[in-house]
């Protein structure tokens, strides 16, 4: 987020040390500020709540509890996100994948990429991702901008770690992952009940191309 203040500089002419100005004067008391002073002030404040909403961690939707007991090394890896709730910032994507690898400082490296197929590209974006609740908690907070984050609940994990189920910030923010491109017979319906009880859209969820083919033959 960029915060842009425009203030316009006024070249002051100077005046003869002996001549008396016969225009009234229009200073200000002191303690007045001038327009241009309120209106940066209200963006700095403005821009320091942002930051600080950006710092906190991000909220867990009410009827969400995250997986408990995880190995989060496990967890790392590639994963094709099979299905998810469609959002601009993945908007006509497909053969979708998610790369995580955990960094010595404990954070977590993100790496994104899907396939534009109307462009005939493939796109990605790397953010940076660390636990909230303790390591053994599937709650996560995830940034792709600065210190802005947004939240990654895993509410759903196979044993053998082969599919997860995420869900975001809030309930619209919703994926299904897997290990392979696509899921065991009978997952995908079970996921999508529980999604249901959770009160995810699933209406609104879209199954991903995933044909385990990359039409470019390199990233």
Not at 11 to 19: E, L, Q
Not at 142 to 160: I, R, T
Request: one cysteine or more.
């Amino acid at each position: 987020m960029h915060v842009c203040l425009n203030t316009e500089f006024r070249t002051m002419s100077p005046r003869h040390p002996n001549t008396e100005s016969t225009t009234p004067s229009t200073s200000r008391p002191a303690w007045v500020l001038p327009t241009a002073g309120l209106a940066g002030l209200a963006v700095g404040a403005a821009a320091a709540a942002l930051l600080w909403k950006g710092l906190r961690n991000p909220p867990i939707p009410p009827t969400v509890e995250p997986v408990r007991g995880w190995d989060i090394q496990r967890y790392m890896g590639r994963w094709y996100e099979v299905a998810r709730i469609d959002h601009s910032f993945e908007k006509g994507l497909e053969r979708t994948q998610a790369e995580y690898t955990q960094l010595p400082d404990g954070t977590v490296h993100v790496l994104n990429r899907g396939y534009d197929a109307r462009h005939r590209r493939w796109k990605s974006s790397e953010g940076k991702a660390r636990t909230v609740h303790g390591p053994d908690v599937a709650a996560l907070k995830v940034s792709f901008f600065g210190p802005f984050y947004g939240g990654y609940n895993v509410v759903a994990l196979d044993a053998e770690y082969r599919w997860a189920m995420v869900v975001g910030s809030d309930l619209r923010y919703f994926w299904i992952l897997s290990r392979t491109p696509e899921l065991a017979d009978g997952v995908a319906a079970r996921l999508l009940a529980q999604a249901r009880l959770l009160g995810v859209p699933v209406d609104k969820v879209q199954w991903i191309l995933q044909d385990g083919v990359n039409p470019t033959g390199s990233w």
